[in-house]
């Protein structure tokens, strides 16, 4: 069984598991956290699915691609070290444990 903890926007955490195969931002959607608007569908190309997850080399995270980089550092909470559009991240197994901060979209 595949579980992140996720943290959001009122400070509680919570539990969910998860697919492989699916990206974070469709996980964090099913699991009903409705902040994560992802306007865009995925496509990343909005940024309304920004989250901040610590420690990412540890979960074996694909590195931040270019265009990523562009859209999440205009973000207002933005940090370098655990900014992340959860559309750009697949899930493994190796994201099992990992905890994931909703951040409030601008």
Do not use: W
Not at 28 to 48: K, N, V
Not at 89 to 100: A, F, H, K, L, R
């Amino acid at each position: 069984m595949n579980q992140i903890t996720v943290i959001g926007l009122d400070g509680q955490q919570k539990q969910i598991e998860f697919d492989v195969g699916d990206n974070l931002m469709e996980v964090l959607r099913d699991a009903g956290y409705d902040e994560i608007m992802a306007l865009c569908g995925g496509c990343c190309s909005c940024a309304t699915c920004h989250v901040k997850i610590e420690d990412q080399a540890s979960f074996l995270l694909p590195p931040v691609e270019e265009d990523e980089e562009v859209l999440v550092s205009m973000a207002d909470d933005y940090d370098e070290s655990s900014s992340r559009l959860s559309c750009q991240i697949p899930m493994t197994g190796d994201q099992s444990g990992m905890t994931v901060q909703i951040v409030e979209a601008d």
